[in-house]
């Protein structure tokens, strides 16, 4: 649902080669009947389907899973017409923030809930690209109890809408504000004592895909011990990995990997992790979602 977004076209890339996946309806009332690959160009001679309106009662029957692109897919009086056997994976940021209990939505991470995920999970809500990136800079940390003062953070995306050259401008701190918001519900959990102020600073550049965080904080942990840290607990996790040089974002461009940098600079501990925003921070982890749902290999589908 929201199938005309542009976040519904790179998931369709992924879906499209999903051995699993049997891809029926792409909905948007607004293009129904046109072909998908007239509005995702992207999509030309991978698929001949076309988009539909809403659908039918045995159309919902026929679903196991339905994936929403959209806040206006995600509104709650549309979701009341999902058969309650229906699997739901949200990408917008409606239910993100909101209680489990109350919304029936679990926190898409797998790194820190691939087990909720796996057993009889019917809703989940996909992270924030940003909350992502700096989330898995820090897990490790927060599960060692180990964050015990502000952070500092640096978030630099590409924007393929941008001028050529080399110019990097900032953007409205308002817009990853809820981001903020998750990335300090996450790190509670894991550490119920982390209540420190995060300073967050993003800013786009002229590169098309790629998203590039930086956090620093002070700590007194060498690079060699959290290092070890960051290995252990990403060692069973499928696309997390502790690098020895800087990320490059050509090295993560159309993956669903994340690659881990840990240096220090004097009483700070710094740490970047690269992702590619479409994919590990967006679309990607939607499939990884499923593929757990379902009992599915974690990698299926995002060997890219």
Sequence with gaps: MGGATATAAQLLRLLLHHPDVDLRWVISADHAGQRVASVHPLLVGETELTFCDEPDEQQWLDMDVIVLCDEQASEPARLELVPPAVRIIDLSPRYRLTDEQESGFVYGMSEINRRRMVHDCMRVSCPGDVAMALSLALIPLAKNLMLNSELHATV????????????????????FASQV??????????????????????????????????VYFKSGIDVAMARELFEQYYDDHNFTYVVD?????????????????????????????????????????????????FGLHERVGLML
Excluded: W
């Design 181 to 214: 918001d998750e990335l300090h519900r996450v790190l509670s959990s894991l550490q119920t004592s982390f209540s420190s102020p995060i300073h967050l600073t993003a800013m786009e550049a002229c590169f098309a895909r790629g998203m590039l965080a930086t």
């Design 156 to 175: 630099v995306v590409g924007n393929s809408q941008a001028s050529t050259g080399s110019r990097v401008s900032l953007v409205e701190q308002e817009a």
């Design 245 to 293: 040089q800087a990320p490059r974002l050509g090295d993560v461009a159309g993956t669903n990997k994340c690659l881990i940098h840990i240096t220090r600079e004097g009483e700070y501990l710094r740490i970047t992790s690269a992702i590619d925003q479409v994919v590990k921070g967006t679309v990607g982890t939607a499939v990884h979602a499923m593929n757990l749902m």
